[in-house]
């Protein structure tokens, strides 16, 4: 089992930035890659980006690709998503997840854990 906690999401205003922490425990959190997804009301959860398990592959949605930044650092267990230059439509509950077996995944159906989401609203 591995458990994830979110945190760092809270209120800004367009333009602004700020930082997501994916706090892990339990097992050894360097064999699993992790994921950050968002998901806005009325809409399906949707990849933001990715991060292999040593941290040496990225992928980004294009939505994000030069505004949020995805890194880790295992030897804390811990996952960031740094963002930047949010806007409105980034509004979203984030959630990180975590997963062993695929190298970079991609869909919600990929992940094995997920943390419970953090709340990140963005005003114009």
């Known amino acids: 089992q591995v458990q994830l906690v979110e945190s760092g999401g809270g209120l800004v205003q367009a333009g602004g930035s700020l930082r997501l922490s994916c706090a892990a425990s339990?097992?050894?959190?360097?064999?699993?890659?992790v994921g950050w997804f968002r998901q806005a009301p009325g809409k399906e959860r949707e990849l933001v980006a990715v991060?292999?398990?040593?941290?040496?592959?990225?992928y980004y949605a294009d939505s994000v690709k030069g505004r949020f930044t995805i890194s880790r650092d295992n030897a804390k267990n811990t996952v960031y998503l740094q963002m930047n230059s949010l806007r409105p439509e980034d509004t979203a509950v984030y959630y990180c997840?975590?997963?062993?077996?695929?190298?970079?995944?991609?869909?919600?159906?990929?992940?094995?854990?997920w943390g419970q989401g953090t709340q990140v609203t963005v005003s114009s």
């Open positions: 339990g097992r050894t959190f360097s064999n699993y890659a």
């Open positions: 991060i292999s398990r040593s941290g040496g592959s990225t």
């Open positions: 997840a975590a997963d062993r077996t695929v190298f970079l995944p991609r869909a919600p159906g990929d992940y094995d854990y």
